[in-house]
């Protein structure tokens, strides 16, 4: 008996051990895991086309989690807060103004996609047909809706004080010989307001995704500007722990099936390559 009491301090002490070690070794598991997960936000267009990347990669012991965003603004605070590794919504000239605004620690990771936009309409043919104080909807962020005014401008519809300012503003319109009253709605509800409207800036996935025009049937479309293509945005401190967004990034370029999924939700000839 009294062997059994001498033995039994030495009992608790490896078992008391043998735990220490199965929690070390449970949050090693957990870290590992972790560090093979890979967080990305993204606007809804980009749902299948990021969603086959995640495939892609899954097969190399990279699992990515896609979280949806419904606007602008919340998924740079969930990069700022560290809520998700990276997002994947924004163009250069949107990202450069959102660090300005906020001052968060923002960081282009690699480039992806881009896409036209252009002006549609499901009333007039042509530019020449819009009446006097036609009803034109642009978006009403600072950047898209510069982006709107700067296309019209291109349209010869209005004039603008200075045509290369990234963040003109109504203001800034010169001439507007027609008096067009501007309509500002957020940038993925300017597909749905064609039907009230006399004319809209558009976007080609916005409208696949809202069915309510032809991205190929706009009536004036912007030239290529690679200052326009989507980034993959990190903090700048962000690690990229086993390359997980790098690997990412390199599959997304080089997919036959992102070209694929491209062509069908923004229309063959309407998108670019933003690192080439």
């Known amino acids: 008996m009294s062997g059994l009491l001498k033995s039994r301090p030495l009992i608790i002490s490896f078992?008391?051990?043998?735990?220490?070690?199965?929690?070390?070794?449970y949050r090693y598991i957990q870290q590992k895991n972790q560090d093979n997960v890979l967080t990305i936000g993204i606007s809804p267009p980009y749902k299948d086309l990021l969603q086959s990347v995640a495939d892609?990669?899954?097969?190399?012991?990279?699992?990515?989690?896609?979280?949806?965003?419904?606007?602008?603004?919340?998924?740079?605070?969930?990069?700022?807060?560290?809520?998700?590794?990276?997002n994947f919504f924004q163009q250069s000239v949107y990202l450069k103004n959102a660090i300005r605004q906020t001052h968060f620690n923002l960081h282009a990771f690699a480039v992806g996609t881009g896409s036209h936009v252009g002006l549609y309409s499901k009333k007039y043919h042509s530019l020449a047909e819009l009446p006097e104080h036609a009803r034109i909807v642009i978006p009403s962020d600072p950047?898209?809706?510069?982006?709107?005014?700067?296309?019209?401008?291109?349209?010869k519809l209005i004039q603008l004080k200075d045509a290369k300012n990234e963040l003109s503003t109504r203001q800034d319109i010169i001439s507007n010989p027609k008096q067009f009253q501007f309509v500002e709605v957020e940038g993925p509800q300017t597909a749905r307001a064609i039907d009230d409207a006399d004319l809209i800036f558009g976007y080609p996935h916005y409208l696949k995704m809202a069915k309510t025009a032809n991205p190929k049937d706009a009536l004036f479309l912007d030239p290529i500007d690679k200052k326009y293509a989507i980034l993959f945005v990190t903090r700048g401190d962000y690690q990229d722990k086993n390359q997980k967004l790098a690997t990412f990034v390199q599959t997304f370029q080089h997919s036959a099936k992102v070209q694929q999924i491209l062509d069908k939700d923004f229309g063959q000839g309407l998108w670019f390559k933003g690192w080439q």
């Open 15 to 25: 078992v008391v051990v043998l735990a220490i070690f199965g929690l070390a070794g």
């Open 143 to 155: 950047v898209n809706l510069a982006r709107a005014l700067i296309l019209l401008d291109k349209a």
């Open 56 to 86: 892609d990669v899954e097969k190399q012991g990279i699992h990515v989690k896609l979280v949806e965003f419904s606007d602008w603004q919340a998924p740079n605070i969930a990069v700022q807060n560290g809520d998700i590794d990276a």
